[in-house]
Nanobody, 122 residues
Framework: QVQLVESGGGSVQAGGSLKLSCKVF????????MGWIRQPPGKGREGVAK???????AYADSVKGRFTISKDTAKNTLYLQMNSLEPKDTAMYYC????????????????WGQGTQVTVSS
């Protein structure tokens, strides 16, 4: 069982930056694929970034070069550094975990948190 608690969302202007954090609770051993998914207003959830247990990462094309996912296992925390934010990045962002990384990439993970809102204005 995994519990995920996100923080760090907010409102920024286009071009700005935000850093999201996700505190991970439960007996994870960090063996899950961890990641971030988002749900834009009126749309379905989509994968944003993921990090495997071996530290390898992958990103959605829409955020490559702007977002960076990382983890600090000693602090049981997952991060998402978001730079050069654009209005299209406006969404509820969720921390995600699943044994199957494809589910994280697809935006349909087994576990996710309550979400943190990111709003980018032009």
């Amino acid at each position: 069982q995994v519990q995920l608690v996100e923080s760090g969302g907010g409102s920024v202007q286009a071009g700005g930056s935000l850093k999201l954090s996700c505190k991970v609770f439960g007996n994870t051993g960090w063996n899950y694929c961890m990641g971030w998914i988002r749900q834009p207003p009126g749309k379905g959830r989509e994968g944003v970034a993921k990090i495997e247990s071996d530290g390898s990462t992958a990103y959605a094309d829409s955020v490559k070069g702007r977002f960076t996912i990382s983890k600090d296992t000693a602090k049981n925390t997952l991060y998402l550094q978001m730079n050069s934010l654009e209005p299209k990045d406006t969404a509820m962002y969720y921390c995600a975990a699943d044994w199957n990384s494809r589910n994280v990439a697809a935006g349909t993970p087994r576990y996710w948190g309550q979400g943190t809102q990111v709003t980018v204005s032009s």
